[in-house]
């Protein structure tokens, strides 16, 4: 199983109303607990057997397994309709360097194209880099670096302009 696929498990528990679902197969067991602010999936990859138990209503998510690097969302923003927002595609930690003695990935003003890696997304020990879903300019960056992240929270904002 993926993180897409449990991207799209996550979606769906919290769409369908389950405060929890347990998820068992083969190597991978999966709890997804919602109620609270924070979203929270437990994924551990040990065996198990396969018993597949759902409960009612979605809240939180703790990811625990290698993510792949999904595309970060762009939208609209509801302040300022004339910048995009790439939003966290994962659940993680940010850093805006690929190390400590390398430079920035991006900074405020700088002009992006399609492609460019933005920052790191860390999950897990696997560093997942994000890239540009858009071209423009980056006008502020809204995360701090080292700083957890959600998932579709804010990252940055870019003028497409």
Known sequence: ?????????????????ASEVKLEMDDIKITIKTGSDSETTIVHQVPAPQIPQVAATPTAVEATTPAATPAPAATKTEEDSKY????????????????????????????????????????MK?????????????????VDDASPVEFDQPLFLVDPS
């Open 1 to 17: 199983m993926d993180i897409k696929e449990i991207q799209n498990l996550i979606k769906f528990v919290a769409k369908s109303g």
């Open 84 to 123: 995009i927002t790439i939003k966290s595609p994962i659940i993680g930690t940010f850093y805006r360097k690929p190390s400590p003695d390398k430079p920035l990935f991006v900074e405020v003003g700088q002009t992006i194209a399609e492609g460019d890696v933005l920052c790191i997304i860390e999950a």
């Open 126 to 142: 696997l560093f997942n880099e994000i890239e540009s879903e858009v071209s423009g300019k980056i006008v502020k960056i809204l």
